[in-house]
């Protein structure tokens, strides 16, 4: 299991995780509630969590594959996808405390590109 950060820990209250296949991927990958992405092993017959990585900009990754295609997907826009309603369909992602590796489900919430600029500047403006 990836280690979480305490910030994140703060925010969950719940003992164990909740999890749900990733969309278009199901039944091969699943995420929890609290940003572990795990993917079925059919030799072993369970459920093994892939280790993600950090980019650049320090955000977590992982790479999914599906009919030999691979592709990277974020952490946080994986959680948000599975966990966070999305009605008004918001394009971005954001962390509330600011935290990029804190990727549980608590912790995040959709936003337009503008709000999340704007949260941004405000953010900038109270140090």
Same mark, same amino acid.
């Given at each position: 299991?990836?280690?979480?950060?305490?910030?994140?820990?703060?925010?969950?209250?719940?003992?164990?995780?909740?999890?749900?296949?990733?969309?278009?991927?199901?039944?091969?990958?699943?995420?929890?509630?609290?940003?572990?992405?795990?993917?079925?092993?059919?030799?072993?017959?369970?459920?093994?969590?892939?280790?993600?990585?950090?980019?650049? =900009?320090?955000?977590?990754?992982?790479?999914?594959?599906?009919?030999? $295609?691979? %592709? &990277?997907? +974020? !952490?946080? *826009? @994986?959680?948000?996808?599975?966990?966070?309603?999305?009605?008004?369909?918001?394009?971005?992602?954001?962390?509330?405390?600011?935290?990029?590796?804190? =990727?549980?489900?608590?912790?995040?919430?959709?936003?337009?590109?503008? $709000?999340? %600029? &704007?949260? +941004? !500047?405000? *953010? @900038?403006?109270?140090?």
């Amino acid at each position: 299991m990836m280690d979480r950060c305490v910030e994140c820990s703060l925010y969950n209250v719940q003992k164990t995780d909740r999890w749900k296949h990733i969309e278009g991927y199901e039944e091969k990958y699943r995420i929890s509630d609290k940003g572990e992405v795990q993917h079925w092993d059919n030799n072993e017959k369970e459920w093994k969590t892939k280790k993600p990585r950090m980019n650049k =900009n320090g955000y977590y990754y992982v790479r999914l594959s599906k009919s030999g $295609e691979r %592709n &990277q997907k +974020y !952490v946080h *826009r @994986l959680v948000a996808e599975a966990f966070i309603d999305n009605p008004e369909n918001k394009e971005t992602v954001n962390h509330k405390n600011r935290v990029k590796i804190c =990727n549980c489900a608590d912790n995040l919430e959709w936003m337009t590109q503008e $709000e999340n %600029n &704007q949260d +941004y !500047v405000n *953010r @900038l403006k109270n140090k």
